[in-house]
C-alpha cells in the first residue's frame, strides 16, 4: 500500500479551516508543523483503522491520543451513548452515571472522593486551586517537560505542543501568574530536597504526572515518586499526580497501579471518557470536602458530569477487564520490538520507552549515541528532521503516528495481528527513510 504524498481533499478543507479557525486547527499538535504536509481530515474511525476524506486508511497508531482503550466506535460504546442520548444530551442536574462512574474511578485507584469536569486543563486547574486552598499556601512545584494542560501557572517548558511548536514563552500568561509557579527538573530528587529546604513552608503543593508522556515517554526513576511524596508530606504540601494520560490507560489502575506511590490528590481524563470530553479530579475525603458547595473552594461546570460523556465513559471502564489490558499490553510490547527491529537494520540510533500499556520512540541523529531519556533536555536532544521523515514514511503506508516525537503511540484491543502486519510491512521504509537524513540535534 503506497498513498501519494499529497492529500487533494484534506488540503481543500485544511485552506477553509485556516480562514475560520486559527492555524487551520483546534488543537496546535493537529497542524503537522513539526513534520510538514497537509493534516489529514479524518472521515470516520472503525476498530484500529481511521478512514480520511481522500478515502485513504490509515491504521491508528494515536487513538485519539489515549482514550480509545478498545478502538473507534466500539459497539458497546456507541450503543450505551446512543441509548444516553436518546433520553436527553444534557440535563444540568445529577444523575445516576455520575454516580456510577465516580464509584468505578475510586475503587481503581486510592481516591476518596472524585469530582467531574469536562477536560484536563479544567481538573489540574482546580486541583491546584484546592491544594492552595488547603494549604493556604500559594507556591506550585512542576517538572519540566510535564505537560498539565494549558493552565497559565503551568505552561512554562511545559512539552508536548509547546515542546513541539518550539514556542520559547506563551504570550497572554503574565509574570505576575508565572511567579507562583517553580519548574525544577524533572527525576531531580536533590533539586526538590534543596527547593524545600529553602521555601518549604510556601509551596502549596508539587503536581507531576505521574509516569510523563508529554515530551515523550519518560518514567520516573525508581524511588522518585517516593521522594516527591516524603518532601511534600514532610513540609505539609500536597502532591498532586496527574493522570489524565497515564490513568485507566498505562493499566487497569493506571500509574499507581505499577508504582504504588499515594498522593493527595489525582487528575483523570481521556480513558475515563471513553472518547468524549470528560475527566475528573479527587483525592483524600478531608482535602476534597473543602470544594463548594461542602467547603469554601469554588468549582462549578455547566456539562460537568454530561450523560453521554459518563455514559462512554462507564461503558469503556466496563470494557477494559484484565484480561484487556494483558492483551493491550503484549500488542504493545509487539509493536515495539516490530519499530526496534526496523530501526536497528537501518541503522538508526534510537531508545524507546515505556510506561505500561504507553511508549514512545526517540530517534537520534548520526553520530548520537542513544540513551535513557531521564529528563526534558535528554528529551530535547532527539532529531526532529529524522522524526519527520519516518513519520512521512509511515503515512503514505497507511499508518498514522502522532505528528511529533514528543508524543505516546497507543494501542489498543481493536489493535489485530492484520494492523500489526500492515504496521510491519511500512516499518523498513519508514526506518530508511529517518536513517538517509543527515545529523541533526532536532
Avoid at 46 to 63: M, N, P, S
Wanted: net charge negative; charged share 15%; glycine share 10%.
Amino acid at each position: 500500500m503506497l498513498y501519494p504524498s499529497d492529500a487533494p481533499a484534506s488540503a481543500e478543507l485544511f485552506d477553509r479551516a485556516s480562514e475560520v479557525i486559527p492555524g487551520g486547527v483546534n488543537s496546535p499538535v493537529r497542524a503537522f508543523r513539526s513534520v510538514g504536509g497537509t493534516p489529514r481530515f479524518m472521515a470516520s474511525g472503525h476498530g484500529a483503522y481511521l478512514t480520511d476524506v481522500d478515502g485513504r486508511e490509515y491504521v491508528d497508531l494515536i487513538c485519539s491520543w489515549g482514550p480509545l482503550l478498545h478502538g473507534h466506535a466500539h459497539p458497546a460504546i456507541v450503543d450505551a451513548v446512543t441509548k444516553a442520548a436518546q433520553k436527553g444530551t444534557s440535563f444540568g442536574t445529577p444523575t445516576e452515571n455520575e454516580v456510577l462512574l465516580a464509584e468505578e474511578i475510586i475503587r481503581r485507584t486510592p481516591a476518596q472522593q472524585i469530582r467531574l469536569v469536562n477536560s484536563g486543563t479544567e481538573a489540574t486547574m482546580s486541583a491546584i486551586r484546592l491544594a492552595r486552598g488547603f494549604t493556604n499556601r500559594s507556591l506550585v512545584v512542576k517538572f519540566a517537560g510535564c505537560y498539565h494542560g494549558h493552565v497559565d501557572s503551568l505552561l512554562a517548558e511545559a512539552g508536548s505542543g509547546v515542546a513541539t511548536l518550539a514556542i520559547p514563552e506563551t504570550r497572554g500568561v503574565t509574570q505576575t501568574q508565572t511567579a507562583e509557579t517553580v519548574v525544577l527538573p524533572y527525576n531531580d530528587a536533590a533539586a526538590l530536597e534543596e527547593l524545600f529546604a529553602q521555601r518549604g513552608d510556601e509551596i502549596a503543593c508539587v503536581i507531576t504526572e505521574a509516569a510523563p508522556g508529554n515530551m515523550g515517554v519518560v518514567p520516573p526513576v525508581s524511588g522518585f515518586n517516593q521522594k516527591i511524596r516524603a518532601v511534600t508530606a514532610a513540609h505539609g504540601a500536597l502532591m498532586i499526580s496527574d493522570e489524565v494520560m497515564t490513568g485507566f490507560r498505562a493499566s487497569i489502575g493506571g500509574w499507581h497501579e505499577l508504582d504504588q506511590v499515594d498522593a493527595d490528590l489525582y487528575t483523570f481524563g481521556k480513558v475515563m471518557g471513553g472518547g468524549l470530553p470528560a475527566a475528573a479530579f479527587g483525592g483524600r475525603a478531608d482535602v476534597m470536602a473543602l470544594l463548594a458547595p461542602a467547603g469554601p473552594v469554588y468549582q462549578a461546570g455547566t456539562l460537568s458530569g454530561n450523560p453521554l460523556a459518563t455514559a462512554a465513559g462507564l461503558a469503556n471502564l466496563q470494557l477494559s477487564t484484565p484480561e484487556a489490558y494483558q492483551q493491550i499490553a503484549s500488542t504493545s510490547s509487539e509493536l515495539q520490538g516490530m519499530t526496534a527491529s526496523a530501526l536497528y537494520a537501518a541503522g538508526v540510533p534510537h531508545k524507546i520507552q515505556t510506561a505500561g500499556t504507553m511508549f514512545s520512540v526517540f530517534l537520534f541523529g548520526e553520530g548520537q549515541e542513544p540513551v535513557n531519556v531521564t529528563d526534558y533536555e535528554q528529551a530535547r536532544t532527539q532529531s526532529a528532521e529524522r522524526f519527520s521523515a519516518f513519520f512521512n514514511e509511515m503515512l503514505t503506508r497507511g499508518v498514522y503516528l502522532p505528528p511529533s516525537g514528543y508524543e505516546c503511540w497507543f494501542v489498543s484491543s481493536a489493535h489485530d495481528e492484520k494492523a500489526l502486519e500492515r504496521i510491519d510491512a511500512a516499518l523498513p521504509y519508514a526506518a530508511s527513510a529517518a536513517a538517509a537524513v543527515g545529523y541533526d540535534h532536532g
